[in-house]
């Protein structure tokens, strides 16, 4: 029996069903329940001819130009869960079971990809371009867990987001299919949703299905019918029914309601499986306002806050939310890896491990302390609703150290 893939949720809302021409992404990242989660920022850099990046496994060829990122990802790996780059593009990716087993050979990761989507392309479609030319050439496989007595494999479902379309995009080993979205509201999971309708596959997808006798050619092209195991490739999605019940009013706010939702099981919080950091991301239609990212750099969303991040030249950059380095001794980065597990706790990590143990022992304090974040993140959404709906150009200097600033505050309360 295959392991089951982590319940991730991702969702994005396109105007009319969200509010003020804006686009609305949001990822609940669900992993083991010990990971740590970093947010962690890449500048825009350029590359010598020849130069070669290291991912999580293998190494690849290098771009000439790199775009500027910020990551939410397991600290043990290079990609990410989730992230965002200065373009206002948003990728997200989900970890999939299909009836084709998933390679335990050393190649990129899903994750990797997202990471790898984010610094190469400047729209959605080039960052899918991206990511399906990078399948191709280097697969993907490996263990998806910091896990030395296992190896967790899976294939790669991703949301690819800009300011005026998203695809949604399913692989099995090299092969996909992407569908573009550019209106309503969708969710994708930890299982196939792709149907009928196909706007990009991989040029010979369905002659490989035919070859390996999954369709016969003669019925509608399914995606979802010809790859999964089981009977059950049903829209998944317990939470797209609450955003749709938002009517034209999908926000940031509406979004992170939804990812706090432990009774929908959006907000994984299980034996094995936790919700270890969340993403929610307001991209406007008019390029000329910026885009706002918010990221919790911690786990469940239900006890964490989410900051605000705006891409500007020389952002401050924020070591209490990024994990310990440990270079070349990283047990991940040794064979065989995972021999030992290091703490990877970061700053905020520690003082919310903290604040949960004084919410099991105190409720009532628990709760106060609670509800003096939720007014910090209120506070943080309204100066955000007010850069999004006014006229003058956003001055830099006033959004530089914004992410610093929340989470040094944050940390403040939980002192």
Same mark, same amino acid.
């Given at each position: 029996?295959m392991?089951a893939?982590p319940?991730?949720?991702c969702f994005?809302?396109?105007?009319p069903?969200?509010?003020?021409?804006?686009?609305?992404?949001?990822?609940?990242?669900?992993?083991?329940? #010990?990971?740590?989660?970093?947010?962690?920022?890449?500048? $825009?850099?350029?590359?010598?001819?020849?130069?070669?990046v290291?991912?999580?496994?293998?190494?690849i060829?290098q771009?000439?130009?790199?775009h500027?990122?910020?990551?939410?990802?397991p600290s043990w790996l290079?990609? $990410?869960?989730?992230g965002?780059n200065?373009?206002?593009?948003?990728v997200?990716?989900?970890?999939?079971?299909?009836?084709?087993?998933?390679?335990?050979?050393?190649a990129l990761?899903g994750m990797?990809?997202?990471r790898l989507g984010?610094?190469?392309?400047? !729209?959605a479609?080039?960052?899918l371009?991206v990511?399906? !030319?990078?399948?191709e050439e280097?697969?993907?496989g490996?263990?998806y867990?910091e #896990?030395?007595?296992?190896?967790?494999?899976?294939?790669s479902?991703?949301?690819i987001v800009d300011r005026?379309?998203?695809w949604i995009?399913? !692989?099995?080993?090299?092969?996909?299919a992407?569908?573009?979205i550019?209106?309503?509201?969708?969710c994708?999971?930890n299982?196939?949703?792709? @149907?009928t309708?196909?706007?990009a596959?991989h040029?010979?997808?369905r002659?490989y299905?035919?070859s390996?006798?999954w369709?016969?050619g003669?019925?509608d092209f399914n995606?979802?019918e010809?790859?999964?195991?089981?009977?059950d490739? =049903?829209a998944?999605?317990?939470?797209r029914?609450s955003l749709?019940?938002q009517g034209?009013?999908?926000?940031?706010q509406?979004?992170?309601d939804?990812l706090?939702?432990?009774?929908?099981?959006v907000?994984v919080?299980s034996?094995?499986f936790?919700?270890?950091a969340?993403?929610?991301?307001v991209?406007p239609?008019?390029?000329?306002?910026p885009?706002?990212?918010y990221?919790?750099? @911690?786990?469940?969303p239900?006890?964490?806050?989410?900051?605000p991040?705006i891409?500007v030249?020389?952002?401050k950059l924020v070591p209490?939310?990024?994990?310990?380095?440990?270079?070349?001794d990283?047990?991940?980065?040794k064979?065989?890896r995972?021999?030992?597990?290091?703490?990877?706790?970061?700053e905020l990590?520690?003082a919310?491990e903290?604040?949960?143990?004084?919410?099991?022992?105190?409720?009532?304090?628990?709760?106060?302390l609670?509800?003096?974040m939720? #007014? =910090?993140?209120?506070?943080g959404?309204?100066?955000?609703?007010d850069?999004?709906t006014?006229?003058e150009?956003l001055?830099p200097?006033?959004?530089v150290d914004?992410?610093?600033?929340c989470?040094? !505050?944050?940390?403040?309360?939980?002192?």
């Amino acid at each position: 029996r295959m392991a089951a893939a982590p319940p991730s949720y991702c969702f994005v809302a396109f105007p009319p069903c969200s509010k003020d021409g804006l686009v609305v992404f949001g990822k609940n990242s669900a992993r083991p329940r #010990d990971e740590v989660q970093e947010v962690v920022y890449f500048a $825009a850099a350029s590359h010598d001819p020849g130069s070669k990046v290291e991912c999580t496994y293998i190494e690849i060829e290098q771009v000439p130009k790199t775009h500027a990122v910020v990551l939410s990802r397991p600290s043990w790996l290079w990609g $990410a869960e989730m992230g965002a780059n200065e373009h206002g593009v948003c990728v997200a990716n989900e970890a999939i079971v299909t009836r084709e087993p998933a390679s335990e050979s050393e190649a990129l990761l899903g994750m990797d990809l997202v990471r790898l989507g984010l610094e190469r392309g400047a !729209t959605a479609k080039e960052a899918l371009d991206v990511i399906v !030319t990078l399948l191709e050439e280097h697969g993907q496989g490996g263990n998806y867990y910091e #896990d030395g007595s296992s190896c967790h494999t899976f294939q790669s479902a991703f949301l690819i987001v800009d300011r005026n379309e998203a695809w949604i995009l399913e !692989t099995s080993g090299k092969y996909w299919a992407a569908e573009k979205i550019t209106e309503g509201v969708k969710c994708i999971c930890n299982q196939l949703s792709l @149907t009928t309708k196909i706007d990009a596959e991989h040029p010979e997808l369905r002659n490989y299905v035919r070859s390996q006798g999954w369709w016969n050619g003669d019925s509608d092209f399914n995606f979802s019918e010809v790859f999964s195991l089981a009977d059950d490739h =049903l829209a998944c999605c317990s939470g797209r029914e609450s955003l749709e019940k938002q009517g034209g009013d999908v926000s940031a706010q509406a979004m992170m309601d939804v990812l706090r939702d432990k009774d929908s099981g959006v907000c994984v919080d299980s034996e094995s499986f936790l919700t270890t950091a969340s993403i929610v991301s307001v991209l406007p239609q008019d390029p000329s306002f910026p885009c706002v990212h918010y990221f919790t750099g @911690t786990p469940d969303p239900s006890r964490s806050i989410f900051k605000p991040f705006i891409f500007v030249d020389g952002v401050k950059l924020v070591p209490k939310v990024q994990s310990p380095s440990f270079g070349n001794d990283d047990p991940a980065k040794k064979i065989p890896r995972f021999q030992e597990k290091p703490d990877r706790r970061h700053e905020l990590y520690k003082a919310h491990e903290w604040a949960r143990s004084l919410h099991e022992n105190d409720q009532d304090k628990g709760q106060k302390l609670m509800r003096i974040m939720l #007014d =910090l993140e209120k506070q943080g959404l309204e100066a955000m609703e007010d850069i999004l709906t006014h006229t003058e150009i956003l001055d830099p200097a006033e959004v530089v150290d914004l992410f610093y600033d929340c989470v040094d !505050t944050e940390l403040k309360f939980f002192k």
